[in-house]
Each structure stands twice: as C-alpha cells, then as structure tokens.
C-alpha cells in the first residue's frame, strides 16, 4: 500500500471512530509511526484527508450505480446488495461518508453534497423507470428514494462482518423487503 493509501486508509478509520473534530493531525502520524511534520509531505490538511475519504467512499457507492443491468427489479436487488457490500467492505469510509462529511468548510463542503446529490438522483432514477414500467407501485418517487436510503445507510450504525449475517445475506434480505416496499408483491420479483 503506497504511503498516501495507508494515510487515507487511517485516517478513514480515525474519523469514523473518534469524529473528525476529535482526531488530530499528531494523532493520524502517531497511528502511522511519523512524525507530523513527515504527514505534511504527503497532505495539504486535515480537511484535504476527510475531502478525500468522502470522494473515495462516494466513488463505490456511484460504480455500483452505474454497474446496474436489467428491469427494474433486478436494478434495485443489484443497487441494495451493492451498497451494502460497500458499507461492509468500507465500514470506516462508509461512517465517514455518512457522517462525517457535515464537517467540511464551503466549497468542500458543496463538493461533498454534489456527491450525494448524484448518488441520490441515480437511485431515484431507477425507482422512476420501475414507476414508469408499472412494476413499483409507490405514492412518492422522491419519498420511496429516500426511504430506500434511509433504510440502506443507517446500517453503518449496527452491521459488522463478525456478526451473524454475511454482506450477501443481509443484501438479499434487504433486497427482498426494498421490493416489497416498492409494491412488488411476493412472486413478481423474480425470486424463486
């Protein structure tokens, strides 16, 4: 792992376990045996390290988008399972990118919201072709989005891979009650 990876990797998990206020400068060199003045070749700021990890997280969770193939059905499965792999896979980014972002100062701040925004758009986007297709029966595109999301990003709050349920049985789960709370009823989402 190249030295700005492992200073991006660190502080990630700094940020989501401590907050981005709590975790200083002296503390990211200690965790990776520098000394301060050393972190400062690599990186312009902290704020610079938290921009990043928010880009790198935002990043998976856009190439899972952007990955979908199918109706509308197998889109939203693929969209759920994926986003959950990446929670589990990126456990501090993911914190990071959930919470932690709030923290930047203007402009980095809009760049952050853009980020989201167009994840948000994308997943919004697939829940208006499953509306336009007949397939998902739902009151408000915008309120089903967010539901959708609400439901899928608050489990960086409780899921850990040692727990009782693997990334793929979990998004499976999640997948089959996203659909049903799309209005697809047991039989039509192609499930066996």
């Known amino acids: 792992m190249e030295r700005r990876d492992q200073i991006l990797h660190v502080a990630g998990k700094l940020f989501s376990q401590r907050g981005y206020h709590a975790t200083s400068m002296r503390d990211l060199a200690k965790e990776l045996n520098l000394q301060g003045g050393s972190l400062y070749a690599h990186i312009a700021s902290k ?7 928010v880009r790198q997280a935002a990043a998976r969770f856009l190439a899972v988008l952007e990955g979908l193939e199918g109706d509308p059905v197998a889109k939203v ?23 932690e972002w709030k923290h930047l100062s203007p402009p980095l701040l809009e760049e952050a919201k853009a980020l989201r925004r167009r994840y948000e758009e994308g997943v919004q986007g697939v829940i208006q072709e499953g509306v336009e297709k007949g397939v998902f029966r739902v009151e408000s595109v915008r309120l089903a989005t967010l539901f959708l999301l609400s439901a899928l ?3 960086y709050q409780w899921y850990r891979p040692e727990g009782p349920l693997s990334p793929e049985e979990l998004g499976e789960i999640y997948a089959r009650m996203a659909l049903r709370a799309l209005g697809v009823k047991e039989g039509e989402d192609g499930a066996a």
């Open 77 to 99: 499965r693929a969209l759920v399972r994926g986003h959950l792999r990446v929670i589990a896979e990126e456990l501090p980014r993911a914190t990071v990118f959930f919470h």
């Open 47 to 53: 704020e610079e390290l938290l921009l990043e990890v």
């Open 153 to 155: 990003n608050w489990t």
